[in-house]
Each structure stands twice: as C-alpha cells, then as structure tokens.
C-alpha cells in the first residue's frame, strides 16, 4: 500500500469518527463510512443501521455489494450477539490476481441477531463492519440495504442517489477517487517546471561565468599593452 493510500485510510477513519460522534441521533436512514475510498485499495466499511421504529427491534441486516465490478476479497468484523453469513455468486469470467484467478466473489453479507437481547431497540443504532478490495475504479459504489424487523417488516436503504434532492430510503454511496492522479501540465510546456528552473538556473552561472572570462582577457591585454 502506497504511502498515500495509507494517508487517505487514516483520514478517512478519522474522519468517520467525527462525523458519527457529532451526529448524535440525526442520521435518519442508513449509513456507510468512510464515504469515499481509494481505487484500488482494500477499505474497512462500517455500516450505521438505525433503529427508526419505536415499536420493534432491528433483528437482521443485509447488505447487497457492488458486482459490476465486484470486490474480489470480502471479510466481516465478528460482532457479540450477531450471526454472519456470506452469498457468494459465479463470475462471468475469472479475474486474474496475484494470488491466482478467481472465480466467485462474496454477493451478499447478512447479520442476524441470535436471540431477542442481541436486536438494535427502538432509539438505538448498530454498526456492521467489513473489509473489503481491491475498490473498483468506478465513479461509485452503491449498497444496498435490508433491514428486518421483529413484526416482520422490512425496509429497503436500496434508492439510488438523486439529483433534486434526496429519496425516501437511499441506498449508501461510496464515492470512488484515483490512488494517484495526474499532475495537469502547462499547455505546450511538456517539461516539468523543476527542470525549466535548473535550466535557467544553469544558463545565469554560464553568462557570470563568460563575463568573468571576458572581463580577465581584457585587464590582460591592456598591462600587455603598457608593456
């Protein structure tokens, strides 16, 4: 991992802390930190399930990945009183890694509560966290969200986003940024303005060099005159 790949987990880490530690109980829906990764890079993502009901308990959560493109590498923080499993699916085509090709990837994570104490109570929120890379060089990445409760409702965090405003149940975005993007250059200037500085650097000791020169020949051939 690149140093600046490392840079931007940790701010986005910090980052996250910050925003649910101010929020209080303002989120209203669903909600995924960091919200923004690094293509190419393997990010933990921690999902904020709240519990907007005040008569039932959340009981389960699932959580429906990106699979165009897929991450290929998936894994999920264990948590007191909730049971994981993971849906894997069949690729189209292998994915060539470094560790060899790969042919299925994780589709669908769920969390279940093991019995009635473990559930996320009215006023309360749980957080759901899973690592997972390498992150698609997509403009992207959208999840989608089921959350069961115990009368047997469900509500579905599976709107896209909105461009006049925000829909009823939104679907939690990650916004995808290039690990090292290009240095934009000065039109019809193809060299780097480091060198243009040494160049010019080097042509100033050139002419104080030539006019010490010139200014020595001259004193010589006038004492050789008074000779």
Known sequence: MSRRVARCAASAGAAMLLVWASAGTAFAHVDVQPSTAVAGSETTFAFRVPNERGDADTVKV???????PPMLSVSVEPLAG???RQTSRELSRPVQTDGGPVARTVARLSWTAVDAAAGVRPGQFQTFTMSAGPVPDAPRLVFKVLQYYSDGSVVRWIDPPARDGEPPHPAPVVTVVSADPPVAAEPGDPAP?????????????GFAAGSTALVIARRSSGRSRAG
């Open 62 to 68: 699932v959580l429906a990945l990106p699979t165009r």
């Open 82 to 84: 909730w049971r994981s």
């Open 193 to 205: 303005s480091w060198v243009a500085v040494v160049a010019f650097v080097a042509g100033l000791l």
